[in-house]
């Protein structure tokens, strides 16, 4: 049986660690509004960007971008998986690692090569090992738009040279607090009109000027930022989420420990008290 002073001093490691725990929850949260209010400010801009892409794409059917035309053939397709760098968040990672394994199992028999380019240093670590690494992205501690232009940079110049013929982005989207659903998107090529639908914007008449090809030179590169600029706020607002929520479970479970080795400890107080009072006893019984 643990003696008073081991009690003693495993409950005040349980409460160091429950500051901790407290701590993390609560910088966590705050982290997760402001992670929020940039994905609900970055949804508009998103909307009518894609809007206009697919209006002008729909009424200019002659109009061509690289970015917007499918390969003839499907040798390479490219992955990238968002992660986060650090730990402590439950499943959230796994999750999303999970969910690249399972599309590299169901569309990477239809190409001969699959390449992993890994966004955050836990699927750099897991894809490492099993598979052939693209590029790694790592050190992101606050998204911003010029890690989706380098990202995007990347995959433009792969997808124009021919070096992959397709390319998709797996990450989490932030749903609520609680929740974190991997999600899949297809990067390239292109397909804005699939945007729209899922945005629910009806296509509005535009005035093309000077031309369409000249928009679209201008459109598609920023389209394909921002989709991965908006894949990159979804995954920061749930690594948030996941975090807070995480930390919150342990916090709960280091109230109950300690409520546990307090009443171990007053029983094992009890018990040497008890003791020395029979001994105490028993000494004068036997003057």
């Not at 005040?12 to 209010?37: F, H, P």
């Not at 995954?235 to 948030?240: C, S, T, V």
Request: net charge negative; glycine share 6%.
């Amino acid at each position: 049986m643990p003696s008073l002073k081991d009690i003693r001093r495993r409950i005040g490691t349980v409460e160091n660690t429950q500051q901790i725990t407290s701590a993390m929850r609560m910088v966590s949260a705050a982290k997760l509004r402001r992670a929020q209010d940039a994905i609900l400010a970055a949804r508009p801009y998103a909307q009518r960007m894609y809007a206009t892409l697919g209006e002008v794409g729909r009424r200019q059917k002659d109009a061509e971008h690289p970015l917007l035309q499918a390969h003839e053939s499907q040798k390479v397709l490219e992955v990238v998986v968002v992660t986060s760098d650090r730990g402590l968040c439950g499943a959230f990672n796994g999750n999303a690692i999970k969910t690249a394994e399972r599309v590299i199992e169901e569309v990477g028999g239809s190409f001969g090569q699959v390449l992993i380019s890994a966004v955050g240093r836990k699927a750099a670590e897991y894809f490492g090992k099993r598979r052939d690494i693209a590029r790694v992205w790592t050190g992101i501690a606050q998204v911003g738009i010029s890690h989706a232009e380098d990202i995007a940079a990347h995959l433009s110049e792969r997808y124009e040279s021919g070096a992959i013929d397709r390319a998709v982005i797996i990450y989490n989207e932030f749903v609520s607090a609680m929740t974190q659903r991997p999600n899949t998107d297809q990067l390239l090529p292109l397909s804005p009109e699939e945007e729209i639908a899922e945005a629910g914007h009806t296509p509005m008449p535009f005035e093309i000027e000077p031309d369409a090809a000249a928009l679209l030179e201008v459109l598609v590169p920023q389209a394909l930022e921002f989709s991965i600029y908006r894949a990159l706020l979804e995954n920061q607002a749930g690594e948030h989420a996941a975090r807070m929520t995480a930390m919150e479970s342990a916090t709960r479970n280091t109230e109950d420990l300690i409520k546990n080795l307090t009443l171990q400890y007053n029983r094992a107080r009890q018990a040497a008290i008890t003791k020395e009072l029979v001994e105490i006893v028993s000494g004068a019984e036997a003057l």
